[in-house]
């Protein structure tokens, strides 16, 4: 059965992730967060770069669609683009991206983090 990102991630916030031994509190994401935080601020960036990493550690695009991913996270993009990519923190000469593949079904193949 196909769970939406938005319950997806309710369920995420209230119970953590699981199978990994991960703390409740490790698979904590916020939209509202996430899109509010400014890439090219260090600190900002920072927390950014840890939000992406749930992202990716947590599975919380697993299986999903485009417009799911741009409930998640906003757009990344063009709507037919294969990629989508947001910046996440600078790093010494570009910056740490989190990339979202799309494929089949304009549904998400991947999810990992990348330097620009």
């Known amino acids: 059965m196909?769970?939406?990102?938005a319950a997806a991630?309710?369920?995420v916030l209230l119970a953590g992730c699981s199978g990994s031994g991960d703390d409740v509190a490790g698979c904590?994401?916020?939209?509202?967060?996430?899109v509010g935080l400014d890439a090219t601020d260090d600190d900002?960036?920072?927390?950014?770069?840890?939000?992406?990493g749930i992202v990716v550690d947590c599975g919380l695009l697993d299986d999903a669609t485009r417009a799911e991913t741009?409930?998640?996270?906003g757009e990344g993009g063009a709507a037919d683009a294969t990629s989508w990519?947001?910046?996440?923190?600078?790093?010494?000469?570009?910056?740490?991206?989190?990339?979202?593949?799309?494929?089949?079904?304009?549904?998400v193949?991947?999810?990992?983090?990348?330097?620009?």
Request: hydrophobic share 40%.
């Open 2 to 5: 196909r769970t939406t990102v």
């Open 28 to 34: 904590d994401f916020d939209t509202e967060e996430w």
């Open 70 to 73: 741009a409930q998640l996270l």
């Open 85 to 107: 990519e947001y910046m996440t923190r600078p790093t010494m000469i570009d910056f740490e991206l989190l990339v979202v593949d799309f494929g089949p079904g304009d549904t």
């Open 9 to 11: 991630a309710l369920v």
């Open 44 to 52: 900002q960036g920072a927390r950014k770069g840890e939000l992406a």
């Open 109 to 116: 193949t991947r999810v990992y983090v990348s330097q620009s």
